[in-house]
C-alpha cells in the first residue's frame, strides 16, 4: 500500500514539471543553425552549435553539443526559443535553471554578455521573465531562475544581451546548456 501512495505521489509531482524539447541543444555542430526542437525570434540571427562551429570547441557542460549566442556593436542579438509543451500560468511563480559560460575569444565576439529570460504567446516575447548576471567565466555553472509571469505563457526565448548599464552595444557572447524542467514554485 505504501509503494502505491508513493507511485501516486511521484506521477502527481512529475505532472507539475515542464520539459523542454532538446533541453541540452543536441544537433549536428555548425554555426547559424538553431537545434533541433529550437527556432529564433530574429530573423536570420541564429545560434551556433558548439563545439565544432567557427574552430570553438569548450566541451558542453552535458551531452555532445551546447549553443553559443551572440550580441553585436550595431544592437543586435540572438535568441533561440521554443513553445512549451503546457501554458505557464499568469500569477504563478515558477523556476528552471541552465547552465551558462563564456568562451573569451569566440571569432570576435568576445566580451561577456548576459541571458534575459522572455515569455510570450505561441511564437511570441512579450514579457521579461528573468535576467542572468554578466557571465565572464569560462566554466559552466549553473544558474536558477524564479519567476512569476504577468500573463499565460506559452513560448520562452532566451537572449543574449548586454550587461547592465552599458552606454554603448558591443560584440559579446555566451553558451547555454542543459536546461532543467520548469517548475511551480513553493511559495507561501
Known amino acids: 500500500m505504501l509503494s502505491l501512495i508513493f507511485l501516486l505521489w511521484a506521477s502527481c ?17 555548425r554555426a547559424s543553425a538553431s537545434p533541433a526542437g529550437w527556432g529564433s525570434h530574429t530573423p536570420g540571427s541564429t ?33 533561440v526559443a521554443q513553445n512549451l509543451p503546457t501554458v505557464l500560468k499568469g500569477g504563478t511563480c ?26 510570450g504567446g505561441a511564437n511570441q516575447r512579450s514579457q521579461l521573465l528573468a535576467s542572468s548576471p554578466l557571465i565572464n567565466h569560462a ?20 537572449e543574449a544581451y548586454f550587461g547592465p548599464g552599458v552606454l554603448f552595444y558591443y560584440k559579446g557572447n555566451i553558451l547555454i546548456d542543459q536546461c532543467s524542467v520548469i517548475q511551480r514554485c513553493d511559495r507561501a
Open 13 to 29: 509531482a512529475q505532472s507539475d514539471a515542464i520539459a523542454f524539447e532538446n533541453p541540452s541543444f543536441e544537433d549536428e555542430p
Open 47 to 79: 545560434p551556433d552549435i558548439l563545439p565544432g562551429a567557427w574552430g570553438l570547441q569548450l566541451k558542453p557542460a552535458e551531452g555532445n553539443t551546447c549553443i553559443g549566442l551572440v550580441t553585436r556593436d550595431d544592437g543586435s542579438s540572438e535568441d
Open 94 to 119: 515558477y523556476t528552471f535553471s541552465v547552465r551558462l559560460a563564456h568562451l573569451p575569444k569566440y571569432v570576435g565576439y568576445n566580451q561577456a554578455v548576459r541571458l534575459r529570460v522572455w515569455g
Open 139 to 158: 566554466d559552466w555553472r549553473e544558474y536558477k531562475f524564479e519567476f512569476i509571469p504577468d500573463k499565460d505563457v506559452r513560448c520562452i526565448t532566451m
